[in-house]
């Protein structure tokens, strides 16, 4: 099982569109409905902002979005905010109750 | 409301033994997995393991089976991370969250963080 593999960074002027991508492959990504990204503060604990490619949990703002096409799954981060600034991280299930994340995305409001 | 609550942060040596802890409320324990992810310092999120407080049924990453030992007490609703004897390379902060299994498959409720800090 390899990490998933992300961009190191992406940046964005506020009110801008960020994309990050999330590239797996046929045993995880390509091959199941089921990436989840994360959102991680400095010192917190991760915090879901996406699961199952495009579904948003209560309290997410829609500004976040998911998508996947292949091995590749993408997060876009639309109307950029300050607060958005973090660490972002893909994760997979990978059968069998096993699951990859990411290699993690610092995402800077410039 | 969902919580979970990990220990505190801890502070070994070398080959020490530690078990940490994370306990679970507000939903029911022993009806939903619980996963274990790892966080060395200034690093990313790594893939553990889960267990099925339920039955302890376990899955282990396999670049970890053999290093950490996973459990569930489903009498306290707290799940564990044992080792039987520390590394320095275990230095790293731990997170618990409960997995979801069903028509979805994520990580919707995370706990705190434990960090571990091993000394050689």
């Known amino acids: 099982q390899s990490a998933l593999t992300q961009p190191r960074s992406v940046s964005g002027s506020p009110g801008q569109s960020v994309t990050i991508s999330c590239t797996g492959t046929?045993?995880?990504?390509?091959?199941?409905?089921?990436v989840s990204w994360y959102q991680q503060h400095p010192g917190k604990a991760p915090k879901l902002m996406i699961y199952?490619?495009?579904k948003r949990p209560s309290g997410v703002p829609d500004r976040f979005s998911g998508s996947k096409s292949g091995n590749t799954a993408s997060l876009t981060i639309s109307g950029l905010q300050a607060e958005d600034e973090a660490d972002y991280y893909c994760?997979?299930?990978?059968?069998?109750?096993?699951?990859?994340f990411g290699t993690g995305t610092t995402v800077t409001v410039l | 409301e969902v919580q979970l609550v990990q220990s505190g942060a801890e502070v070994k040596k070398s080959g020490e033994s530690l078990k940490i802890s994370c306990k679970g409320s507000?939903?029911?324990?022993?009806?939903?997995?619980i996963g274990w992810v790892r966080q060395m310092p200034g690093k990313g999120l790594e893939w553990m393991g889960v267990?099925?407080?339920?039955?302890?049924?376990?899955r282990y990453s396999p670049s970890l089976q053999g290093q950490v030992t996973i459990s569930a007490d489903k009498s306290i609703s707290t799940a564990y991370l044992h080792w039987s004897s520390l590394k320095a390379s275990d230095t790293a902060t731990y997170y618990c969250?409960?997995?979801?299994?069903?028509?979805?498959?994520?990580?919707?409720?995370w706990g705190q963080g434990t960090l571990v800090t091993v000394s050689s």
């Open positions: 969250a409960r997995a979801l299994t069903g028509n979805s498959k994520t990580f919707d409720y």
């Open positions: 507000g939903y029911s324990f022993t009806s939903y997995w």
């Open positions: 267990i099925y407080p339920g039955d302890s049924d376990t």
């Open positions: 046929s045993s995880d990504v390509d091959g199941y409905n089921y």
């Open positions: 199952d490619v495009n």
């Open positions: 994760c997979s299930y990978a059968g069998s109750y096993s699951y990859v």
